[in-house]
């Protein structure tokens, strides 16, 4: 440096020396971890509103399987069923699927040839019902049985719960491989730390002689690793929104695939990134730096 | 009351012999002690023990009139901040200037930087490094950055001074500067210890000798 010292305008310098070669290879390794971690948080978050879109179509219809009693068709049975229960609170629309479309559905379990004319086969009446304030299962019955019809109210609870269940594993999956990658990092962290601090011993010995208290040292290498890690969890954090945009434009309206459809809002899953990894890091830097400081005399 | 005293001390490194051996004497506020010895005779090893940079295996070290093994390790710190030290190898931080190194005691203890920024000029000047501030120690010579660590040693106004060959790299005129200021501080209050080989400065500050060898304290007079 040249020129007069300015007392004025001096500022204390790093108490840790700056940064070496080995930190970007750190910096490399969390950014990845981070990577990993957004896009299992996009995936989550794209299975979770793929469960609630299914959950919304099974939810917002029911299907009325109606058998015709004595006396009467199975068509005129049907009609009669769809009728009773379009004046129902909570349907929007009750339809009687022809004999044809009934037959068709039928036809892959038992066969064309199976389907004799005189085989009873029962009717059914889809319902499409009030998004907001769907019919119960039991409001249909109820109805049905008023009306006199023979028939068995199927409102798809069964495969809610199922994708319900299913939604919710996903969740906890995903979950759990965040919290392992976040362990992962933190363990990486850890050992990192204790390198900065074997490299830097005579740094740290020289500042512990001179009276820093171990709190004072671990500061110094939790703000150090903390700022490391945020700038690698604004990599990761960015290149994973990279990823899920190019999924987005790729995948068209509707997502990557209907199966997993990402929203636009969902790629601001990863903002918090570089917030989560400097937290992670700077305790983990922390907790490494005081456990060994503990040994010195 | 002391502001350091061994009684029966031992020490040990690792599981090596001991480097020094039932060890008693105590040190008065206000006084000046020189430490003499052959090389390996315990001078550093005691200075250690009394810079608290390590633990006596035997025996009994009070500093301020506390014992240091019942000393609470939170304690420990503040402790430290009351002794200066002067090391042999010098213990600079060379990613440091001459002036944040000379600092360093100041901003440990948490002292704002305007509080004491003026103190630290002037403490440069006066050991003549007042031209090098900006200086990195790598670009120091061996004299040079001597007087940095005695600067950074005496810059908080220490209790006890302790000084491992402080003139070891120094011309004798340095030499003759630097126990100036060690007995100044002395003056001023600071307990001083001074670890030498120099005989010249022993006999020309004619002060109490403490004398070690193979370990032991050994009486003026009394040979081994």
Known sequence: ?297 | MPVVRFEGVSMRYGRGPETLRDVGFSLAPGSFHFLTGASGAGKSSLLKLIYLAHRASRGRVELFGRDISLVHAGDLPFLRRRIGVVFQEFRLLEHLSVFDNAALPLRIAGRKPNTYRDDVAELLHWVGLGERMHALPATLSGGEKQRLAIARAVVDRPDVLLADEPTGNVDPAMSLRLLRLFVELNRLGTTVLIATHDEELVARAARPVLHLEHGRLIEPGEAE
């Open chain 1, 1 to 297: 440096m040249s020129g007069p010292f300015d007392l004025n305008r001096w500022k204390p310098g790093p108490l840790l020396p700056p940064r070496d070669a080995r930190d970007g290879a750190l910096v490399f390794v969390v950014a990845v971890l981070c990577f990993l971690a957004c896009l299992t948080a996009l995936a989550a978050l794209a299975a979770n509103r793929a469960a609630d879109g299914w959950s919304a179509q099974l939810s917002g219809s029911a299907t009325v399987v109606v058998r015709a009693k004595a006396g009467e068709t199975p068509d005129s049975a049907a009609a009669r069923a769809a009728e009773t229960l379009a004046g129902v609170k909570g349907v929007s629309q009750a339809q009687a699927l022809t004999k044809d479309k009934a037959e068709a559905l039928l036809e892959p379990w038992i066969g064309r040839d199976a389907l004799v004319a005189d085989l009873p086969t029962p009717r059914l009446v889809t319902l499409d019902l009030d998004p907001k304030a769907p019919a119960s299962a039991e409001a249909l019955t109820k109805a049905l049985h008023e009306a006199a019809v023979d028939a068995v109210v199927d409102d798809h609870s069964r495969w809610i719960a199922d994708i319900e269940r299913g939604a919710g594993l996903a969740r906890w999956a995903a979950l759990g491989v965040f919290g392992l990658i976040a362990a992962a990092a933190a363990a990486v962290i850890t050992f990192a730390t204790r390198a900065g601090l074997a490299a830097r011993h005579e740094v740290i010995e020289v500042l512990h002689l001179s009276g820093a208290e171990a709190g004072f040292i671990a500061k110094l290498f939790q703000n150090r690793f903390a700022a490391m890690a945020a700038s690698a969890g604004l990599l990761g954090g960015a290149a994973a929104v990279i990823v899920g945009v190019t999924a987005r434009l790729a995948g068209g309206g509707a997502g990557l695939t209907p199966v997993l459809p990402l929203a636009w809002i969902d790629l601001l899953a990863p903002l918090p990134c570089p917030l989560i990894a400097a937290l992670v890091a700077g305790l983990a830097a922390r907790a490494a730096a005081l456990r060994l400081l503990r040994d010195m005399p």
